[in-house]
RNA sequence: GCCGGAGUGGCGAAAUUGGUAUACGCACCAGACUCAAAAUCUGGCGAGGUCAAACUCAUGUCGGUUCGAGUCCGACCUCCGGCACCA
């Protein structure tokens, strides 16, 4: 140890330790409590990001402090290695993607190591290697069997730039997730999985974790998965054997339905019209909403204009008997529901909307229920029902000109009303979700391969599980062209029918990578394991993930799939939870000011306000720059960058290095015990003043730092240590002088700042903690220090006295005082007697320990 | 439009959940050391007011509840996110 402060030798002396004592590796089978760390797994783009660092800081400041605790920690990472970036290097640059990847991978793994997070290494692992992808096939094959993974033509998302196709999920908002493209729509024959039959779980299980994820995630989940209760109701066409299905949430509002309308794609539409003289007409309008659709993708600037055309077909109102035109329109979606729905303008924005333009009629058939008389308000614009009212009425209220249901609440109608269409069997009562099956199929090179066979006389087949992986061809063409680079690798595609043995041909499509990602924290609890995805009771051992941590940005793509993924494992008997995660932390973006604007962004290399952690490290050290990240926001704000605010982190571990220095012959000569193992021991000497506050705020930030972990505050936890430092300035012995009492004093205080700064600067941590006489390092000799309440406790009181509610003084207390005593000193104090003077006491109010008010009059 | 979240010094932010507002850090100012600068150390630092104090005003705005409000309630303003014809 050098007396001066080098971060450089520091980090490579114990980044070199740690990784020949396998320091953090994780064992199978310990007695001990586990506790399972895990940070969202990168994409090896071949470079940290400041984004990165501060993820992956909070994950280790996490796993330390556990370790710290006594916990078998399992603290692992590993690469999220297939994806699109790969092969745009392949087309751009002609490199292999395999060996793009590998290399990226060896750069970000120094990367970390220079960071020096505690992974445990021999855990690795990456998606694009044959023994993971392996296992992607594997289960897409489980669910093929079960009829989860299903092929169907249909119109998908297409990113025009990418080439490829993106799930619902990946083009939320119309745009490509990845590069911002306008998404199209296209027609494809695709696979996907049954993500909707577990829509129901997806939104139930959520009260498993609601109190353990963020609001906003759950809230995103929730929308996303769009559950809403209604009913299916059959309308019988006029003059045909065929019933239209709509849904609707609104039953109670039928009577007022004026119309049906279908979507433009609705496969009835062809049936109704065949012999009708409208139907080129119509089917002319359809074929234009489809182009239209299609071009546009799913980006709607401001609200469309909603257009319709009458079919001349009528359909029958079983709950009024009445007859109603069928109109096909653009504003009522295929996806959702049945692509049929009852207009009702009196109380739907959107059919009022349509109904005027259209001019069909608008019956009101609920009025609003005033709750403190429990009477219908009449609303003068509808006395005359013909009569057109400025906006549709939404409300729930009271039913009229409803028939027999005329006068009951919309809440009991609409119980009611979808039992009585059960009854009668036009109807039933439903659930429908918003969430669509999620769409893996890519056109893609660097995924792993659809482990499915054609043969022209079987059929499809799938791969038998022997002949896993199915191995990704070692070259292909990049042409960038919409075709899988796979259909043109003859040996890829030529094999044999795993059935009859004749010629076939294999699936060139491969899976969205959030396949990979889906089960990934389940391989490493078993990661070398050649005839499993996982041994289900080593998986046992370690998950759930205690805790989880990474961005938001995932919250309806990686943080829904996994969900869904393990409801899976848990239906094949792989797990036997529902839920993967106990508790999720979202970090906030890291920001910088994009040079020349006002704005700040994620930092990205594209807008050039990246800051390279390397350089970070070289000049101010991995511990400065990890602290500082932690301290500078609460961790799930936005972090705006500052290169001003690191070096006071470098000031402080300094300030901390140089104490550390001063003391240790004076500490290491008085070897005595580690805080942890003796909190309250005797310190066997006087102990001055200043030695009893020293360790007073030692114990006090010890409870402090100790509760804010257990919430992830650490920004407050560093700033807590900092105090507890400058409380060294006031204290000022000298190490040649000082007595036993006060050795005690610092050593306690010295060793408990370094035990709690490990989680955040652990190299400068483990120097510090071998000054201070402990071999072997922190993790072999340390345990988390105990807060000793009775030390903590402050010997006296400052207690605020207000008169009317205004600070006025103050007066020294014990703790002990009784509530008379505080109350006499406060109407004693000088200053408050002179402020009562000529005034009535009204009362006194005193909460003990804390403060007194005088109220006076 | 709908649904979330947030507004506290020059800046990042604290505040044991209704009890001393601005902890900790950055920036800034002054002093010590130095021939000098940097580094380091010491002190100061919400606004007004005063030689100094007293005192007054301050947590987006306006009102309310309370002995007491950054915190609770009501209305509004602003910013940031998400969703967007979901029947």
Redesign the pocket.
């Known amino acids: 140890m050098d007396e001066k402060y080098f971060p450089e030798s520091i980090e490579q002396k114990w980044q070199q330790h740690w990784e020949q004592t396998k320091a953090f590796q994780a064992t199978d089978d310990d007695p001990r409590p586990k506790f399972y760390c895990l940070e969202m797994l990168p994409y090896p783009s071949g470079f940290l990001h400041m984004g990165h660092v501060r993820n992956y800081s909070i994950g280790d400041a996490l796993a330390w402090y556990k370790r710290l605790q006594g916990f078998n920690v399992l603290h692992p990472i590993g690469w999220d290695s297939f994806g699109q970036p790969a092969e745009q290097a392949a087309i751009k640059r002609g490199v292999n993607p395999r060996d793009w990847t590998e290399e990226n991978i060896a750069l970000m793994r120094g990367q970390f190591k220079r960071l020096g997070i505690s992974y445990d290494w021999s855990r690795e692992i990456a998606a694009h290697r044959p023994d993971y992808y392996k296992w992607d096939q594997w289960f897409f094959l489980k669910m093929y069997e079960r009829g989860l993974a299903y092929k169907k033509k249909s119109p998908v998302n297409w990113c025009p730039k990418e080439s490829t196709v993106l799930s619902n999920e990946q083009s939320?908002?119309?745009v490509c997730w990845r590069c911002g493209a306008e998404v199209e729509k296209r027609d494809l024959e695709q696979w996907f999985l049954r993500i909707t039959e577990y829509a129901g779980q997806l939104v139930d299980h959520i009260k498993q974790i609601e109190s353990s994820w963020p609001?906003?995630v759950l809230?995103?989940q929730r929308?996303?998965v769009?559950r809403?209760e209604?009913a299916y109701i059959d309308f019988p066409v006029k003059n045909s054997d065929k019933k239209i299905r709509?849904?609707?949430?609104?039953i109670d509002t039928i009577f007022g339905a004026t119309a049906i309308?279908l979507?433009a794609e609705h496969p009835l539409i062809d049936e109704l019209l065949e012999a009708s003289p409208l139907k080129d007409e119509v089917m002319a309008f359809a074929r234009k909403v489809k182009s239209e659709k299609a071009t546009r993708g799913?980006i709607?600037?401001?609200?469309?204009?909603?257009e319709g055309i009458n079919t001349g077909v009528l359909a029958l109102n079983s709950f009024s008997g009445e007859s109603i035109p069928v109109w096909v329109a653009?504003?009522?979606?295929?996806?959702?529901?049945?692509?049929?729905?009852?207009s009702?303008p009196a109380h739907?924005?959107?059919?009022f909307?349509?109904a005027q333009k259209y001019s069909l009629p608008i019956r009101r058939v609920i009025e609003r229920i005033s709750h403190e008389q429990e009477s219908i308000v009449h609303d003068p614009l509808s006395a005359d029902q013909s009569i057109a009212m400025p906006h549709a009425f939404t409300d729930y209220g009271i039913l009229v000109n409803s028939g027999d249901w005329s006068g009951k609440l919309s809440q009991d109608a609409i119980v009611e009303m979808a039992k009585y269409a059960a009854e009668h069997g036009f109807g039933e009562a439903a659930v429908?979700y918003?969430i669509r099956d999620w769409g893996v199929s890519r056109q893609r090179f660097w995924g792993a391969p659809v482990p499915i066979i054609y043969c022209e006389k079987c059929g499809m087949e799938a791969v038998p599980e022997k002949d896993l992986p199915v191995q990704l061809p070692d070259h292909a063409e990049f042409t960038g062209s919409g075709e899988s680079p796979l259909a043109g690798v003859a040996d890829f595609v030529n094999t044999t029918c795993p059935k009859c043995g004749g010629e076939a041909k294999r699936d060139t499509d491969t899976m969205d990578t959030f396949v990979d990602s889906s089960w990934y924290f389940f391989r490493y609890c078993d990661p070398k394991n050649d005839s499993a995805a996982f041994d289900p009771a080593v998986a046992k051992q370690w998950t759930p993930v205690d805790q989880y941590i990474g961005g938001?940005?995932h919250?309806?793509m990686h943080l829904i799939y996994t969900r869904f993924w393990t409801k899976f494992m848990r239906d094949i008997g792989l797990v036997s939870f529902d839920e993967p995660v106990k508790k999720l932390l979202t970090q906030?973006m890291v920001t910088n000011r994009v040079e020349g604007t006002d704005e700040w962004k994620a930092m990205s290399k594209s807008l050039g306000n990246g800051v390279d952690p390397d350089e970070m490290i070289a000049a101010f050290g991995a511990d400065a720059a990890r602290l500082?990240i932690l301290?500078?926001?609460?961790v799930e704000?936005?972090?705006?960058w500052?290169e001003?605010?690191i070096?006071?982190?470098?000031?402080?571990l300094?300030?901390v290095y140089?104490m550390v220095w001063r003391w240790h012959e004076r500490l290491s000569n008085n070897a005595g015990v580690s805080p942890g193992q003796n909190s309250t021991g005797e310190s066997n000497g006087e102990s001055s003043a200043g030695a009893r506050a020293l360790r007073r705020k030692t114990h006090q930030t010890i409870a402090k730092v100790t509760s804010?972990f257990e919430e992830l505050?650490l920004?407050?936890i560093?700033?807590?240590?900092?105090?507890l430092?400058?409380e060294f300035?006031?204290f000022n012995a000298d190490p040649g002088t000082a007595s036993a009492g006060d050795v005690f004093a610092v050593r306690e205080a010295l060793e408990s700042l370094v035990l709690m700064l490990a989680p955040f600067s652990p190299h400068i941590a483990e120097e510090m903690w071998e000054k201070l006489g402990h071999k072997g390092g922190l993790l072999q000799s340390a345990r988390w220090p105990q807060a000793d309440p009775e030390l903590a406790r402050c010997e006296e009181?400052?207690?605020?006295i207000?008169v009317?509610?205004?600070?006025?003084s103050?007066v020294l207390a014990a703790p002990e005082v009784t509530e008379a005593e505080l109350r006499t000193a406060a109407l004693n104090d000088e200053?408050i007697r002179s402020?009562i003077e000529g005034h009535e006491v009204?009362?006194v109010?005193v909460?003990p320990q804390?403060?007194v008010?005088v109220?006076l009059r």
């Open positions: 939320s908002g119309g609001e906003k809230k995103r929308d996303w769009g809403s209604g709509v849904f609707t949430t609104r309308v979507s799913r709607v600037e401001e609200e469309e204009q909603k653009n504003y009522v979606l295929l996806e959702y529901g049945t692509g049929a729905v009852m009702v739907d924005e959107r059919d909307e349509f429908t918003r938001d940005s919250a309806v906030g500082f301290f500078a926001a609460p704000n936005e972090l705006r500052s001003t605010g070096e006071g982190a470098v000031r402080f300094r300030r140089t804010d505050h920004n407050t560093v700033a807590a240590l900092m105090e430092f400058n300035g006031d009181l400052e207690i605020p207000q009317n509610g205004k600070l006025r103050r200053k402020l009204v009362k109010i909460v804390r403060l008010n109220v």
